[in-house]
């Protein structure tokens, strides 16, 4: 109900009050004459009645104008008690709000029945939904992108890898690394590799063994000695490398993982290899370096961003709706998920509440508090003033039965 209509409905019931006050006054003057020509016994019935009703009427008024102005602009104590008592008012309603709406006991109940999974699995289903809370949150994320300082954050980035990198030990995470590579014995694939490439390379070269077999033997010994020799270390090479290629077990494969094995061990604790890898790092990690590193990646990242952001079917906001559908779908279906967000909800909601009463009243005592005392007094009678004009009607009406009564009782027994 708007502010003009209660305003329309105060008026006419205070005209309705007042009227009724006006009639029992001309009819208090009109039995007054009419007692003075004809002293029938019912003209004083009325006038009795017309008379304490004119008394209860302007009680009642009284004490209902009391509370919102000065009656008649006289400035009668203990009058105007809602402007005087503003600040009392506040107080008091926002302890009453608090004790009595606010309690654990009476919030407890309606926690209980918060579902807002359901509602928001339904909500991010429609199409529509889903699209506008996708462009927002870009929106959100691209203001917040436009609004970074490019220069704060290349220094953020420089400074975390700054950090990060003082703490790196290149030479234990490649020890680690080799030791990994071994239990998981995936060197082996390397090893059967490089015996066939050995083996094939020794096979196409035969005509270089040969040559050198050639070059380094003694000038006695017949060229088709040599040629066998040759031939018998080709063959012999060939052949122990295919062993080594198809023999997962070889002996050859297990003294090279040892021996892999013990350089992953000496590259960890080894200072030699932590003072190359350090000064490695220190070279390839100096400042103006890393300051270039960071802007290019800051540069690079933030053009993607706004990009994607700007595309209407970017990858980036399909990714999004693609998990808005399907959280919104386990949002509607999944009971577990649904249980463990709406308790979250609750348990959140109930701590908050319990923990913010008290700024609930202070909201309450601050807001009235604020408020003209005029302000507040024509806000409260614009709310409540229509039914205290039914004080001044019952007044009228219980003031004229009571001077009746006692009008009668006095003309029948005094």
Do not use: C
């Amino acid at each position: 109900m708007n502010d003009e209509l209660k305003k329309k409905q105060l008026r006419n019931h205070k005209l309705l009050a007042t009227g009724l006050f006006l009639l029992m006054a001309v009819i208090f003057i009109t039995t007054t004459i009419l007692e003075k020509r004809n002293p029938a016994l019912w003209i004083g019935y009325i006038r009795a009645f017309s008379e304490a009703a004119m008394v209860g009427a302007l009680a009642d008024w009284f004490a209902v104008t009391a509370l919102f102005h000065h009656p008649l602009g006289l400035k009668i104590p203990h009058t105007n008690l809602i402007e005087k008592s503003k600040e009392k008012i506040g107080d008091n309603l926002g302890s009453f709000v608090v004790s009595n709406f606010l309690s654990p006991q009476n919030i407890r109940p309606y926690i209980q029945k918060l579902k807002i999974s359901n509602f928001l699995g339904d909500w991010l289903q429609k199409e529509k939904n889903s699209e506008a809370l996708v462009n927002n949150l870009s929106e959100i994320i691209l203001d917040i992108v436009n609004k970074l300082e490019d220069e704060s954050v290349v220094k953020f980035i420089a400074n975390k890898a700054k950090e990060m990198s003082d703490d790196l030990k290149i030479n234990q995470i490649l020890g680690n690394g080799i030791e990994y590579i071994l239990q998981k014995n995936d060197h082996q694939k390397l090893i059967t590799n490089l015996s066939s490439q050995i083996k094939n390379y020794v096979l196409e070269n035969h005509e270089i063994v040969r040559e050198r077999v050639k070059r380094e033997s003694y000038r006695l010994v017949p060229s088709f000695v040599d040629e066998k020799i040759a031939e018998k270390i080709t063959s012999g090479l060939s052949s122990y490398f295919e062993e080594v290629e198809n023999d997962q077990n070889h002996s050859l494969r297990n003294e090279i993982t040892q021996k892999i094995l013990d350089f992953s061990k000496d590259l960890k604790v080894n200072p030699k290899y932590e003072a190359d890898f350090n000064a490695l790092k220190e070279d390839f990690l100096k400042p103006e370096k890393v300051q270039q590193y960071a802007q290019d990646i800051w540069n690079s990242l933030k053009k993607t961003l706004i990009d994607e952001l700007n595309a209407e079917q970017s990858s980036l906001k399909n990714y999004v709706r693609k998990n808005l559908a399907e959280f919104s779908e386990n949002l509607r279906t999944d009971e577990k998920l649904q249980h463990k967000i709406d308790h979250w909800i609750r348990v959140t909601a109930y701590k908050y509440i319990l923990r913010n009463t008290n700024k609930f009243g202070e909201l309450i005592s601050e807001t009235v508090g604020n408020w003209q005392g005029k302000e507040l007094s024509q806000k409260l009678e614009l709310e409540v003033g229509k039914d205290l004009q039914f004080i001044r009607i019952n007044g009228t009406l219980v003031g004229g039965l009571v001077g009746l009564i006692i009008y009668t009782i006095a003309h029948f027994f005094l």
